[in-house]
């Protein structure tokens, strides 16, 4: 339970700093990426802020032999950017350009953003169930090495 509490919280507290901070309105990203035209920066704040919080987070947390609520922590080991991260990448920043929104923003606004944005949580839904197909008809992407 305590976990569930955790998460909904964490997803919650998410959630609002997307929509305080504008990241979930797509004309203010497509303006923060549009640094050739009118350049919007007040989203710069926003990520600088984050990685701040972060790096202080995970310092913290780095110290510590369990998470918060005694769980193991399970950070990401991979280290290695391969072609496989760079379309991903690529592809990501496309999609976020095309529709100035993301996975996370656009779930914060589900319930307030209308029909733009339940269609591009239709279209990310379908892409993530296409790319699971692939994966499953290419299990070997999944299980390689880490290491070169």
Same mark, same amino acid.
């Given at each position: 339970?305590? /976990?569930?509490?955790? %998460?909904? &919280? ?11 901070? *504008? ?10 990426? @549009? $640094?050739?035209? &009118?350049? @919007?920066?007040s989203l710069a704040f926003v990520m600088?802020?984050?990685?701040? $919080? *972060? ?13 918060? !609520?005694?769980? %193991? ?7 290695r950017i391969d072609r496989r991260l760079v379309i991903g990448?690529? #592809?990501?920043? $496309?999609?976020?350009? /095309?529709?100035?929104?993301? +996975?996370?923003?656009?779930? %914060?606004? !589900?319930? /307030?953003? *209308?029909?733009?944005? /339940?269609?591009? $949580?239709?279209?990310? &839904?379908? *892409?993530?169930?296409?790319? %699971? ?5 290419? +299990? #070997?992407?999944? @299980?390689? +090495? @880490?290491? +070169?």
């Open positions: 339970m305590k /976990l569930f509490l955790a %998460a909904l &919280l964490a997803g919650l507290l998410f959630g609002l700093g997307l929509l305080v901070s *504008g990241m979930s309105n797509p004309a203010k990203v497509l303006g923060f990426l @549009d $640094v050739a035209g &009118l350049w @919007d920066p600088g802020g984050a990685i701040i $919080v *972060g790096l202080v987070a995970f310092s913290f947390a780095a110290k510590m032999p369990a998470s918060l !609520l005694g769980q %193991a922590w399970r950070l990401p080991s991979a280290t990448a690529v #592809t990501f920043g $496309v999609g976020w350009g /095309l529709a100035g929104l993301c +996975p996370g923003p656009a779930l %914060a606004s !589900l319930l /307030l953003g *209308g029909t733009k944005v /339940l269609l591009f $949580v239709a279209a990310m &839904l379908a *892409g993530m169930a296409i790319f %699971a197909l692939l994966e499953q008809a290419a +299990p #070997t992407h999944r @299980d390689a +090495p @880490d290491s +070169p």
